[in-house]
């Protein structure tokens, strides 16, 4: 398997271009393409195709692409929309690899343009031609030379990789960055993303070497799962920033209107950010300071701030605004603040924001900024300084300058004013410390620095769809949603929403149906009074509001009479609604008790989402008292989820209530995480109340909706990220009787996988990896161990109980990728030197290719040295067919065909 070039690398490295549209008329788009051709410093072939012109400023203009004597790596189409198809057509003739096209006037214009985009992605497909675009501005890779765009001017090379559905911002941030000496590896705009997309053109900035951080603007999202995939890849290596247009209504549906692709929830995007290590910044003023400090020497920890200032009224702003987005100000240990106590004055605050007084010199300014970065409760420090009689803004700076070469935790400084702080500011910019004008936008950075850390901890995580409990009673489960699709409905009623419950051991208040008065008293007797009673009803979703719903009966008598009055009640609010009977269940009554709701919603992108708030009459609560996460969920995400929502601190000691029992809370988001993942019938599910005290947690109702699933799709075809495969992980016993376990790759691997290539000989290294490493580099560890298991596998061989330096023994590895065109996948296998012949590595290519072909995969390839014989009579007894390279004559390409 090659990692070094990536497919898409005659599209942003092209050796020949040809434009068609070439023009002289002044302003065009033919004009200003071929100028920035020029100007850019082309080093290639560069064709023009004009049919009404023989020249074009005094270069050859051929009638046709089909004329031009060479195969072109990228054609670059500007002329009318009704034009392209047959323009597409012909250059998949004459064997173009790439084109981009500029051209609007496609689905964006409704169902003629929609045809015209049809017919032209039908010709670049039927010959194997990409395409970026239509109606985009183009792309540009300056350290090549490479400007094929309409924006007027050009870009400094630089490190950052920017990614835009929007070509009007992509020219903003263009004419903002030069005067700026900001510098850009590639600046693509996607236009449409009709072929190309999002996905493929973030593994690109991922291969590429000169792309060190990328920078994403995202109006909308077609496909969730191949943009999760490709963020969450490119979040492992380099750091990602990234804005996202509609957060509100109006925001939306201009993205709408502009891009065709629907924008999922902003909370689940979030949500869903927060899972791939993404950075979300809210404007592009915030995107170069956050990507100044994030690709600094900081080491992001964690969320804590301490604020240092010498003024009072700057510090408390910065504070106020910290509250506001949810950043928490440090607490200063006991030793910092005797630290400070001896140094300072003795009416200094003694808190945070830490007031060091408006006579503060730059030498008060160290000390307290040094003790505040050696205190383990502070994750950053924010500086503050105001321009005083007693202060040198100057000097300051240096000595913070000074000081930040000696840590790494994040310090952010905010010098206000302008003439006396111009000299201080200058400095910080130099040596790379973020500096700012007011103190909100620094509270900002940091909260993004935060947020960076806090979401490359989630990105490592890689949850079963099962957890590690008591296995669910699956088929139970199923059974009773195949018995209720089967009788063509698609609401459960309460008995079988608390089946499914019960089936995946979440505790239940246990309920039974009565169809008549007298049933219900005998029933209620048999529960035990107080009991609750309420409408069975499928078309009554919300049974309080239709008056079907009576708490704490605590007679017989009383359960007759309400009985009736349900009844009664129920047919006058709702006449067309079927009542099948009145539910029984015991009155919960917890003393401690707290109301929650515990849910799962199908966004229309991102695919299920797990909701936590609370849960009775404040069901309906928004922002900070709900979280929102993407399952699966493993015991550290759903801290971090409870962690993210104020309903939390409720759960701990409050109002002379103990704290629950956050244990049962855990449990049944991991179980209902399960359910979600093992269940793609289920749509929508709604546990409220949930009651939770120091003992447990019970639901007291629930109601679930489900729907009919194509037979065909894929066990976790729902979901935006897929499980770690656990149903995969499989024993082998070797010819000599020892047991191995082969199981899919997860992120915890990393040493284990560093330990076992560093194991390999030399021979062993260069056959798999075709060079002489010596061993992985920190890149090349992410992207073996960290990996989506719906586009890749990778399977280890780990011998059973044994290890060494507390890690298991790795014996040997197979992975696959699928390639672009999805129906082949490229593979590769390295066994230990120490275990060759024992036939690991025919049970490691037997399960790989298994998984391949129930993924779908039509052809399983794989590259080998032709020296390699071993290697090559191997893949040969497993039926791949063998010929020469068609690029490398040095390789074998080897074809199995699967499906």
């Known amino acids: 398997m090659n ?11 092209p050796k020949s271009i040809a434009i068609i549209g070439a023009s002289e008329t002044p302003g065009s788009i033919g004009e200003t393409l071929l100028r920035n051709v020029i100007d850019g410093g082309f080093r290639g072939k560069l064709f023009l195709v004009n049919p009404r012109h023989t020249t074009v400023f005094g270069q050859k203009a051929y009638e046709s692409v089909e004329n031009i004597p060479q195969r072109l790596d990228l054609v670059v189409i500007c002329t009318k929309a009704e034009t392209v198809p047959a323009i597409v057509e012909a250059c998949g003739r004459a064997g173009a690899r790439n084109a981009i096209v500029i051209s609007g006037g496609f689905a964006e214009m409704g169902p003629r343009g929609a045809n015209l985009l049809r017919s032209t992605l039908d010709s670049a497909r039927r010959h194997g031609l990409r395409l970026l675009g239509p109606n985009c501005l183009g ?63 973030l593994e690109y900035m991922v291969a590429d070497p000169r792309t060190e951080n990328i920078f994403l603007y995202i109006e909308g999202i077609k496909n969730a799962r191949r943009f999760m995939s490709a963020l969450r890849a490119a979040a492992r290596c380099k750091p990602v920033l990234l804005i ?54 900081f080491h992001p920890r964690g969320n804590r701030l301490m604020i240092v200032t010498n003024g009072g009224g700057p510090g408390v702003m910065a504070a106020d605004h910290a509250d506001d987005i949810g950043i928490p100000l440090a607490q200063m240990s006991k030793e910092t603040i005797e630290k400070l106590n001896a140094v300072l004055p003795s009416t200094w605050s003694k808190a945070n924001p830490a007031d060091l007084l408006g006579d503060a010199d730059p030498a008060r300014y160290a000390t307290a900024i040094t003790a505040c970065l050696e205190d383990n409760n502070v994750d950053g420090v924010l500086a503050i300084l105001t321009p005083q009689a007693m202060t040198d803004p100057t000097q300051a700076a240096r000595e913070i300058i000074e000081i930040a070469n000696k840590f790494d935790k994040p310090l952010v400084t905010c010098w206000m004013g302008e003439e006396q702080v111009r000299e201080a500011r200058r400095l910080f910019r130099g040596a790379g410390i973020p500096t700012f004008r007011t103190p909100e936008p620094a509270v900002e950075l940091f909260s993004h620095i935060s947020n960076y850390y806090r979401n490359q901890q989630l990105l490592m995580q890689a949850p079963a769809s099962i957890s590690n409990q008591v296995a669910p009673r699956l088929e139970s489960a199923k059974l009773v949603i ?178 629950v029992n956050m244990e049962a809370v855990e449990a049944v988001l991991l179980r209902v995480s399960e359910m979600v993942c093992e269940l793609p019938w289920i749509s929508e599910m709604d546990i409220n109340p949930l009651i939770v005290d120091e003992n447990g947690a019970v639901a007291v109702d629930c109601r679930i909706s489900i729907e009919n699933l194509s037979l065909t799709a894929g066990r976790y075809d729902h979901m935006a990220i897929h499980p770690y495969p656990s149903h995969l992980v499989t ?57 989506d298991y719906d586009r890749e596998m990778a399977f280890v061989a780990c011998i059973d109980h044994a290890r060494v330096n507390g890690l298991e023994v790795q014996v040997g590895v197979a992975r696959y990728a699928m390639n672009p065109d999805g129906e082949s996948c490229e593979f590769a296998i390295v066994v230990a030197d120490d275990w060759q012949g024992k036939g690991l590595a025919r049970r490691l290519m037997g399960v790989l290719i298994e998984t391949a072909r129930a993924r779908g995969a039509k052809y399983m390839n794989g590259d080998f040295l032709s020296e390699n014989r071993r290697m090559i009579q191997f893949v040969g007894s497993l039926g791949f067919v063998l010929s020469p ?9 080897g074809v199995l065909i699967l499906n």
């Open 731 to 787: 024993k082998f016993q070797t010819k000599d009787g020892q047991t191995v376990t082969i199981r899919p790759v997860s992120p915890e691997d990393a040493d284990m996988e560093q330990e076992f290539v560093k194991n390999l000989s030399s021979e062993s290294k260069y056959f798999r990896f075709m060079n002489t490493l010596r061993e992985l580099s920190h890149t090349q560890l992410i992207r073996l161990t960290q990996i």
């Open 482 to 659: 195949e018995t209720a699709l089967s009788e063509g409905r698609k609401q459960l009623n309460e008995m079988e929403s608390k089946a499914l419950l019960a089936a995946f051991r979440i505790p239940i208040a246990q309920t039974v149906v009565a169809r008549s008065p007298s049933e219900a008293m005998v029933l209620s007797e048999e529960i035990g009074l107080p009991v609750v009673m309420k409408v069975d009803s499928p078309q009554i979703a919300h049974k309080s509001e239709a008056g079907g719903v009576r708490l704490n009966l605590q007679t017989l008598a009383q359960v007759r009479d309400a009985y009736n009055e349900i009844i009664v009640e129920v047919k006058k609010h709702c006449p067309e609604a079927i009542i099948h009977g009145i539910a029984i269940e015991p009155m919960i009554q917890k003393a401690n008790g707290r109301e929650l709701v515990v849910g799962m919603a199908r966004d229309q992108i991102f695919g299920p989402t797990i909701i936590f708030g609370p849960g009775g009459t404040h069901v309906e609560a928004t922002g900070t008292e709900r979280a929102v996460a993407l399952p699966p969920l493993n015991r550290f995400l759903v801290a971090d989820m409870l962690a993210s929502t104020h309903t939390a601190a409720r759960l701990g000691e409050f109002r002379n209530m103990p704290p």
């Open 139 to 201: 792309l540009m890779r300056p350290g090549s030379g490479i400007n094929v765009t309409f924006a007027h001017g050009s870009a400094n090379p630089g490190t950052i990789g920017l990614i835009s559905q929007s070509g009007a911002l992509c020219t903003a941030i263009l004419d903002w960055a030069l005067p700026n000496n900001v510098g850009f590896s590639n600046v693509v705009s996607l236009g449409s993303e009709s072929d190309v997309d999002f996905g493929e053109v």
């Open 885 to 893: 390279h068609p690029e490398d004559p040095g390789l074998k390409r």
């Open 244 to 297: 996202k247009v509609g957060r509100h209504q109006a925001g939306k549906n201009a993205a709408l209107s502009h891009t065709g692709a629907m924008v999922g929830a902003d909370d689940v995007f979030d949500a869903a950010l927060r899972r791939a290590g993404v950075v979300r910044l809210g404007n592009v003023g915030q995107m170069y300071a956050a990507a100044q400090a994030l690709f600094s020497h």
């Open 3 to 13: 990692y070094e070039k990536h497919y898409l690398t005659p599209l942003f490295e």
